[in-house]
């Protein structure tokens, strides 16, 4: 067979008989107007085309959330039967992936990763974080992934900026597996989302996670179970509310069990790898 993890549109170049399996976190008729902006209308006409006949050329399609999966049958417009959804996995190795000690009490440590600051809602975090400082849950802002603070952020006492880490350098990754090790919680109200990886390391650490309903999220991160997604209306002052809310009713304990049996049970490539294997097995 041929696996294309993304990019299937060359297979239609190819003259085979291999079964192809389409892998991917989008298509393209859902990422037009939400990651996508601007284009030209041909190129609009084109991509949806070559995304259609891509996906109806595949034996199988595998996309990595439902909110991806609906449009591969509703779009594109591929056989329902063989259509699939399979989470990602934390992209950190294996010997890393230890739990940490949920929050109980004390500085509330807060991981923003992330290298788009506007998208990934960069401004919204940290009026977060000074909002729960001002309703005396002391919290600090640790932000990851980008490259360059806006200027209001550079002086805040709340913040430490950690820049971008580069996984594969050994002293950036263990930088960025002390980074989880240290905090308590992901926020990330991201305005635009496929899947985010991000959201399984979260998982395989124990951390709840704060984030926006939006895109693929919703296969990642569970309301109430590990962490909770807020309607995109939502502002600062909601995502401090539901935070502050936990920590004062002591859910952090709930929320933490309910992020790792979510990496034990979907978010991560062991989970994957047995549920490949059956899909191949029940299909090829």
């Given amino acids: 067979y041929l696996f294309f993890p993304g990019g299937a549109q060359i297979a239609l170049y190819l003259k085979t008989n291999k079964p192809i399996i389409y892998y991917t976190d989008a298509t393209f008729h859902v990422m037009e107007n939400y990651y996508f902006h601007n284009l030209q209308e041909k190129a609009k006409v ?170 693929g999220i919703g296969n990642y991160v569970i309301e109430n179970i590990n962490g909770h997604r807020l309607p995109l209306s939502a502002t600062a002052e909601d995502f401090a509310q539901v935070i502050e809310n936990d920590v004062r009713m002591k859910r952090m304990d709930e929320l933490s069990k309910g992020a790792l049996d979510m990496s034990r049970e979907r978010l991560s490539w062991e989970c994957w790898a047995g549920k490949f294997k059956k899909i191949m097995d029940d299909n090829l």
Wanted: aromatic share 10%.
């Fill in 46 to 215: 084109k991509s949806v085309r070559l995304e259609e006949l891509a996906t109806q050329n595949a034996s199988i399609n595998i996309r990595s959330s439902q909110w991806a999966a609906d449009s591969v049958v509703r779009d594109c417009h591929a056989n329902p039967k063989t259509s699939y959804v399979l989470e990602f996995g934390p992209n950190l190795d294996l010997k890393d992936l230890k739990p940490c000690l949920p929050y109980k009490g004390g500085t509330l440590n807060i991981l923003f990763s992330g290298v788009d600051w506007k998208r990934k809602g960069g401004d919204i975090a940290v009026k977060t974080v000074e909002l729960l400082n001002f309703h005396d849950i002391k919290s600090h802002l640790y932000i990851a992934g980008i490259r360059k603070l806006p200027e209001y952020c550079k002086d805040l006492p709340f913040i430490t900026h950690v820049g971008f880490l580069n996984k594969n350098i050994p002293s950036q990754y263990q930088q960025y597996i002390k980074l989880w090790q240290t905090c308590h919680i992901l926020l990330l109200p991201t305005k635009a989302e496929c899947a985010g990886i991000v959201f399984c390391e979260a998982a395989t650490f124990g951390q709840p996670v704060y984030t926006y309903n939006t895109g």
